[in-house]
């Protein structure tokens, strides 16, 4: 998909949601854009469903801190959206450069939402026989990149009664063969914001789990196949319609533009085709 299909499938599915929730039949408000003001980091901002978030929130009145590694490419976002991106070259699984990074963002004001979504999968071998160093890499930045931007920007977005969201994954529910490594570093996401949702009651803080099952970006399957194209294409041969990043990007923002008192712990979305990893509807 182009970049200029992805910005103009976002600003309708954000307009649509949120004017039919603005006036529901308790007459409250359901669902707020955000206020002009308010000011989400997102992670994994240079592709996928990060870029899309990033579109869809700045579409909605968000500024963004767009944070990955590619600087080119958040120049590029930032050009293509405006004053309300900020683009942060940072590595999450790098102490320094992420410290640095928040030290930056916060110098900047105030931060109403986290969305951890910089991560993937890398291989899809047999536990017998899977690389460690694939299992490392994805420790570090799905569990590990995930927990230090979190611990990092908690007392902030504590300030600011604001929200922790993160991108897991189905395969945090449901393990399958080949996925062990991937698979357990989403049921460590999974915990991880479940357990910071129970250890926050009582705090002016969210705490959100997006679960995505198949999702059709251009990098995904290719870090995991390892620049694999016939084997990254394959996992979404024939399958009618995968999810788009669009799709997840407007679940985040339909999340995140809830009251502050209410809470989505977890949403599950997948292609209507797919039931579960293994029971995929192919044409
Ligand atoms: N696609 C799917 O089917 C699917 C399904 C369920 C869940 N998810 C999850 O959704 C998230 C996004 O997936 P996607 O499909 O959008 O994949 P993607 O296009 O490969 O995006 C991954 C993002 O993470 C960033 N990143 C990687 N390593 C980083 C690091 N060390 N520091 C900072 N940023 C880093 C990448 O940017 P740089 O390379 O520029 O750093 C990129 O922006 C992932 O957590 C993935 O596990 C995806």
């Known amino acids: 998909m182009t970049e200029q299909q992805t910005t103009q499938s976002v600003t309708p599915a954000a307009t649509q949601h949120v004017t039919p929730a603005a006036t529901s039949p308790a007459g409250q408000s359901a669902s707020q854009p955000a206020d002009g ?11 996928g469903i990060g870029a899309a978030t990033a579109r869809a929130l700045v579409a909605d009145g968000w500024h963004v801190v767009a944070l990955a590694r590619r600087a080119e490419r958040l120049d590029a976002l930032a050009q293509e959206l405006g004053d309300a991106v900020e683009p942060i070259a940072a590595d999450i699984t790098d102490e320094s450069s992420a410290q640095a990074a928040v030290e930056t963002i ?58 922790v969201l993160v991108i897991s994954s189905t395969a945090g529910i449901e393990p399958y063969e080949g996925g062990a490594g991937y ?52 996992v979404y041969a024939g399958v009618p319609d995968p999810l788009k990043a669009e799709d997840i990007a407007e679940c985040v923002r339909w999340a995140l533009d809830q009251p502050d008192t209410v809470d989505i712990d977890s949403i599950v979305v997948r292609p209507r085709a797919e039931g579960s990893y293994t029971k995929v509807f192919r044409k």
């Open 106 to 163: 916060l110098a900047g004001g105030p931060v109403k939402a986290l969305v951890n979504c910089a991560g993937g999968a890398i291989g899809k071998d047999p536990v017998a026989t899977a690389s460690i160093d694939d299992w490392r890499a994805m420790y570090e930045l799905n569990v590990l990149g995930t927990l230090r931007m979190t611990q990092k920007l908690l007392p902030a977005l504590k300030k600011s009664a604001g929200t």
């Open 37 to 47: 003001d308010q000011r989400a980091v997102v992670t994994g901002a240079s592709s």
């Open 183 to 234: 698979c357990a570093s989403k049921f460590a996401e999974r915990v991880m914001a479940r357990v910071l949702r129970l250890e926050m009651i009582g705090e002016p803080i969210r705490v959100v789990d997006i679960s995505p099952g198949m999702v059709h970006t251009d990098e995904f399957s290719m870090h995991r196949f390892h620049g694999d194209a016939a084997k990254a294409a394959a």
